[in-house]
């Protein structure tokens, strides 16, 4: 976006007088304003374009006429709470500023979908399944937050953001918004204390906990009260609790317990573990609540798989942690925007992960632990520290002294009731692992519940290791992950062989050339190796090619033979190939012709990605498009032009379309938005140059400190 030098007005001019910010207004010499968003309780809302970015924020100002001393604090509240977290699940917050006549500003992520409120209007109730599963990502946010000891303190459908909400909610696609009353509740500051006093009424009284509409003492359980009544609301169209006033709805929340979601909908049919969850996040104290939102996420669990059998259990729980852990320092967060480059591979079809549960049981030591290794930085503990937390778990016999002890363990326990228990250990930290939905850390401990299935992003030194995985092969490995490792080679992936449950597997952008660990492997789904030299021969190798989901490879001088291949296949639904490898340029194999007629046998695929085939052209598009089934199209770095716009109607189930289009006129770019969901992506040189910009501002900033 090119800056009108002719149209930009000064700001000094409409800020010490408090007016809106007008389109052409540039804030602090890098924001230009493009419209206003809306309004909200505090300020305004504006999409604004990052000049030297070429992206577009959001950025909310705090309203002069509103403005109050009690006011300008929460505001400033919000900036320094929401810029401490930072997750799929979270509205991120990139910078802070004043404006001229000390109108302060902050700079967020620019979320384009609708609110669960305005999507309650239009629908007045939600399915189940979809409710359910958006909880579960509103519950991961929340649990990172509470993590960092933050309490939100207003859960209500108009905070909550979907990017995408005809689509199931998924990671990344729904989004908890305005931290404007959060309280830290760890916090050492003494100004957060009196902005958050007990005895103040700080929420929306519909969605309030009873402690909050007595003005008493909150914590992470009164998220889970505002949570329930979010999720009550989605299944039965109204909230639990709603008088003509709302002094009356308040008095309702403390002295009546809330109908039950068949009586709210006049005999609707629920589940009963779904009507357990909800009455006992509804609880009106705090002690017969849930305890923390991993609880909820387990049960929430069970829902999705009810061969397992987990039961909700209807004693209340009373807390085991007596108080929160105290982090020892300050974290001084800097934070800068960095445009990071996702990959084009889109993952639409993936399974369900659930979110990480947390044994309650855990000890203090292990309880310690676990919150340094995921949320505190590396260098938080010291050597002696670590030596001590380790050797009082191998004192207490919980893992014993394996002569692989440097590896990591899985014990089986038995838990109260007889049921078995699955403890994971990292001794050190082995990369990334994500249980059920938010990637932490590979290091501490972990309690998998019974069926789940582990993503594991495993980092070099790790993979080198040859007894990585000895004690692990009873668990149920879904994706293994060396995807971007410069490392990974031919021997680092020999320790595929010793995980017998292993769905999916990411090998792209790793040097290696073989893939006879997975030759026999029965259960693969999902095999990348794009941006490798990996051939054809090797594809070929795998003895059930033919069920797979996903495929991605390339470079390789015959696409077709694998395409070919794959055309008797009945379960494959994306492809992506990519034509020029990333980290050596001189070697690159477009589509061919004969690549493109055996591609377009493929007539069950929904998802095709095509990245940096420059010889990819619209004759090329026009050969395959007798791809019906084709729902969502990526091709990146192509010959593709404007005239290709009505070949795209020949797929007549297309709706998601992702492509590069630089230099092509707007004219073209609006066609395309009118009849699908259009994303413009950057040349791979466009987001390299983008990257490194990105760099050179984080250490210009921190040169300046």
Same mark, same amino acid.
């Given at each position: 976006?090119?800056?009108?030098?002719?149209?930009?007005?000064?700001?000094?001019?409409?800020?010490?007088?408090?007016?809106?910010?007008?389109?052409?207004?540039?804030?602090?010499?890098?924001?230009?304003?493009?419209?206003?968003?809306?309004?909200?309780?505090?300020?305004?809302?504006?999409?604004?374009?990052?000049?030297?970015?070429?992206?577009?924020?959001?950025?909310?100002?705090?309203?002069?006429?509103?403005?109050?001393?009690?006011?300008?604090?929460?505001?400033?509240?919000?900036?320094?709470?929401?810029?401490?977290?930072?997750?799929?699940?979270?509205v991120?917050?990139?910078?802070?500023?004043?404006?001229?006549?000390?109108?302060?500003?902050?700079?967020?992520?620019?979320?384009?979908?609708?609110?669960?409120?305005?999507?309650?209007?239009?629908?007045?109730?939600?399915?189940?399944?979809?409710?359910?599963?958006?909880?579960?990502?509103?519950?991961?946010?929340?649990?990172?937050?509470?993590?960092?000891?933050?309490?939100?303190?207003?859960?209500?459908?108009?905070?909550?953001?979907?990017?995408h909400p005809?689509?199931?909610?998924?990671?990344?696609?729904?989004?908890?918004?305005?931290?404007?009353?959060?309280?830290?509740?760890?916090?050492?500051?003494?100004?957060?204390?009196?902005?958050?006093?007990?005895?103040?009424?700080?929420?929306?009284?519909?969605?309030?906990?009873?402690?909050?509409?007595?003005?008493?003492?909150?914590?992470? #359980?009164?998220? @889970? &009260?505002? %949570?329930?009544?979010?999720?009550?609301?989605?299944? !039965?169209?109204?909230?639990? =609790? +709603?008088?003509?006033?709302?002094?009356?709805?308040?008095?309702?929340?403390l002295?009546?317990?809330?109908?039950?979601?068949?009586?709210?909908?006049?005999?609707?049919?629920?589940?009963?573990?779904?009507?357990?969850?909800?009455?006992?996040?509804?609880?009106?104290?705090?002690?017969d609540?849930y305890?923390?939102?991993?609880?909820?996420?387990?049960?929430?669990m069970?829902?999705?798989?009810?061969?397992?059998?987990?039961?909700?259990?209807?004693?209340?729980?009373?807390?085991?942690?007596?108080?929160?852990?105290?982090?020892?320092?300050?974290?001084?967060?800097?934070?800068?925007?960095?445009?990071?480059?996702?990959?084009?591979?889109?993952?639409?079809? #993936?399974?369900? @992960? &659930?979110? %990480?549960?947390?044994?309650?049981?855990?000890?203090? !030591?292990?309880?310690?632990e =676990? +919150?340094?290794?995921?949320?505190?930085?590396?260098?938080?503990?010291?050597?002696v520290e670590?030596?001590?937390?380790?050797?009082?778990?191998?004192?207490?016999?919980?893992?014993?002294?394996?002569?692989?002890?440097?590896?990591?363990?899985?014990?089986?326990?038995?838990?109260?009731?007889g049921?078995?228990?699955?403890?994971?250990?990292?001794?050190?930290?082995?990369?990334?692992?994500?249980?059920?939905?938010?990637?932490?850390?590979?290091r501490?401990?972990?309690?998998?519940?019974?069926?789940?299935?582990?993503?594991f992003?495993?980092?070099?030194?790790?993979?080198?290791?040859?007894?990585?995985?000895?004690?692990?092969?009873?668990?149920?490995?879904? #994706?293994?992950?060396?995807?971007?490792?410069?490392?990974?080679?031919?021997?680092?992936?020999?320790?595929?062989?010793?995980?017998?449950?292993?769905?999916?597997?990411?090998?792209?952008?790793?040097?290696?050339?073989?893939?006879?660990?997975?030759?026999?492997?029965?259960?693969?789904?999902?095999?990348?190796?794009?941006?490798?030299?990996?051939?054809?021969?090797?594809?070929?190798?795998?003895?059930?090619?033919?069920?797979?989901?996903?495929?991605?490879?390339?470079?390789?001088?015959?696409?077709?033979?694998?395409?070919?291949?794959?055309?008797?296949?009945t379960?494959?639904?994306?492809?992506?190939?990519?034509?020029?490898?990333?980290?050596?340029?001189?070697?690159?194999?477009?589509?061919?012709?004969?690549?493109?007629?055996?591609?377009?046998?493929?007539?069950?695929?929904?998802?095709?990605?095509?990245?940096?085939?420059?010889?990819?052209?619209?004759?090329?598009?026009?050969?395959?498009?007798?791809?019906?089934?084709?729902?969502?199209?990526?091709?990146?770095?192509?010959?593709?032009?404007?005239?290709?716009?009505?070949?795209?109607?020949?797929?007549?189930?297309?709706?998601?379309?992702?492509?590069?289009?630089?230099?092509?006129?707007?004219?073209?770019?609006?066609?395309?938005?009118?009849?699908?969901?259009?994303?413009?992506?950057?040349?791979?040189?466009?987001?390299?140059?983008?990257?490194?910009?990105?760099?050179?501002?984080?250490?210009?900033?921190?040169?300046?400190?």
């Open positions: 976006m090119q800056e009108n030098q002719d149209s930009t007005v000064s700001l000094n001019s409409f800020s010490e007088k408090g007016q809106e910010l007008v389109p052409g207004i540039v804030v602090d010499d890098k924001y230009q304003v493009i419209s206003l968003l809306g309004k909200g309780g505090m300020g305004s809302v504006y999409r604004v374009h990052q000049i030297f970015l070429g992206k577009d924020f959001a950025l909310k100002v705090l309203d002069l006429h509103q403005r109050t001393e009690l006011s300008e604090r929460r505001f400033k509240q919000e900036a320094r709470t929401a810029s401490q977290l930072q997750h799929p699940n979270l991120g917050v990139h910078g802070f500023g004043v404006l001229a006549g000390e109108q302060p500003y902050l700079v967020m992520d620019l979320i384009e979908g609708t609110t669960l409120s305005d999507l309650l209007k239009e629908k007045r109730t939600l399915s189940c399944e979809y409710v359910v599963r958006m909880a579960v990502q509103l519950c991961f946010g929340l649990i990172y937050a509470h993590g960092k000891n933050v309490v939100h303190r207003d859960i209500k459908p108009g905070n909550i953001m979907l990017l005809e689509r199931e909610p998924a990671e990344g696609l729904v989004k908890i918004v305005d931290f404007g009353i959060a309280k830290l509740t760890q916090s050492e500051d003494g100004e957060i204390q009196s902005l958050t006093k007990t005895g103040e009424v700080f929420g929306s009284p519909v969605y309030m906990s009873p402690e909050q509409c007595k003005g008493s003492a909150v914590d992470k #359980r009164s998220d @889970i &009260y505002s %949570l329930g009544c979010v999720i009550y609301e989605c299944l !039965t169209g109204v909230p639990p =609790f +709603f008088g003509e006033t709302a002094m009356a709805t308040m008095m309702k929340r002295s009546e317990s809330p109908a039950s979601l068949k009586e709210a909908t006049l005999g609707g049919q629920f589940p009963e573990l779904l009507e357990r969850i909800v009455q006992r996040m509804l609880a009106t104290e705090p002690e609540r305890q923390d939102l991993s609880a909820v996420v387990n049960d929430l069970a829902l999705q798989q009810p061969e397992v059998g987990i039961a909700v259990s209807q004693a209340p729980i009373k807390s085991q942690v007596k108080k929160e852990l105290k982090l020892s320092r300050k974290l001084s967060i800097a934070f800068v925007t960095v445009v990071v480059t996702v990959s084009a591979t889109a993952y639409v079809d #993936r399974a369900y @992960i &659930y979110p %990480l549960y947390f044994a309650p049981t855990t000890t203090e !030591t292990l309880k310690k =676990f +919150f340094l290794s995921h949320f505190a930085k590396d260098d938080s503990l010291s050597k670590k030596e001590k937390l380790r050797n009082s778990r191998m004192g207490s016999g919980m893992f014993g002294t394996d002569p692989h002890e440097n590896s990591p363990q899985l014990k089986i326990e038995k838990g109260a009731s049921e078995s228990k699955q403890i994971l250990f990292f001794p050190d930290q082995y990369g990334t692992i994500s249980i059920a939905g938010e990637r932490v850390k590979a501490g401990e972990f309690v998998v519940p019974p069926g789940a299935k582990i993503s992003r495993i980092n070099d030194s790790a993979a080198a290791n040859d007894q990585t995985f000895n004690n692990l092969t009873r668990l149920k490995f879904r #994706r293994i992950d060396f995807n971007g490792s410069k490392l990974i080679n031919d021997r680092y992936i020999k320790i595929l062989r010793s995980i017998p449950h292993l769905e999916q597997v990411g090998l792209e952008d790793t040097e290696i050339t073989t893939l006879e660990p997975l030759y026999n492997s029965d259960k693969i789904k999902h095999l990348e190796v794009g941006n490798t030299r990996v051939s054809a021969d090797e594809i070929l190798k795998m003895k059930d090619l033919k069920r797979l989901n996903l495929i991605s490879f390339g470079p390789i001088p015959d696409a077709y033979r694998v395409f070919d291949a794959l055309v008797s296949s379960t494959l639904n994306n492809v992506i190939y990519k034509g020029i490898r990333l980290r050596d340029e001189t070697r690159g194999h477009d589509l061919t012709a004969r690549d493109i007629t055996s591609l377009a046998k493929l007539t069950g695929l929904r998802h095709l990605t095509i990245s940096r085939c420059p010889k990819f052209n619209d004759a090329s598009l026009a050969r395959l498009s007798n791809l019906k089934d084709l729902n969502s199209l990526i091709v990146i770095d192509s010959g593709l032009t404007p005239a290709c716009i009505p070949t795209l109607a020949k797929f007549k189930n297309l709706q998601d379309v992702s492509l590069t289009t630089k230099d092509w006129p707007e004219t073209a770019l609006d066609a395309l938005r009118q009849r699908y969901r259009f994303s413009q992506r950057k040349t791979h040189d466009e987001e390299r140059a983008e990257r490194n910009g990105g760099i050179d501002a984080v250490r210009s900033f921190i040169d300046k400190q």
